[in-house]
């Protein structure tokens, strides 16, 4: 304040990348990654056990999918809202959107892998 013995100082905090963000894309390049297991084991396994090896990791992708879906949708939450200047501001928008796609993606592709693997124990 000009004319007075006081200041005000306010500190520059720089942006921060969103914890929640990373964590979605992790979990779903993991489900992607457990979905192509669950693929394989489905078209290799070899009848009765290759569906119940299936089904396992398709439970396994299944819950890293959801669990990236959400992580993302709360990362973009806390990114999007607003912050007064002295506390931490979040990015890491493209992070949890890729989150969110590639949790999805591990999400259908688990389920396409089961139905396959069900396909090929009933032939």
Not at 39 to 67: E, P, Q, R, Y
Not at 73 to 79: F, T, V
């Amino acid at each position: 304040m000009p004319g007075t013995p006081f200041g005000v100082v306010h500190l520059d905090v720089p942006p921060v990348t969103s914890g929640l963000a990373v964590g979605s894309l992790v979990a779903g390049i993991t489900s992607i990654l457990v979905s192509i297991l669950v693929i394989c084991f489905g078209a290799v396994g070899g009848g009765a056990n290759g569906a119940w090896a299936a089904g396992a990791f398709a439970a396994l992708g299944s819950l890293t999918g959801a669990g990236a879906v959400v992580a993302g949708l709360l990362g973009l939450r806390q990114i999007r809202r607003p912050a007064p200047p002295p506390s931490v501001r979040f990015t890491g928008r493209g992070l949890a959107i890729a989150g969110v796609s590639c949790g999805g993606a591990g999400l259908l592709l688990c389920l396409l892998g089961v139905g396959l693997a069900l396909l090929l124990a009933l032939r």
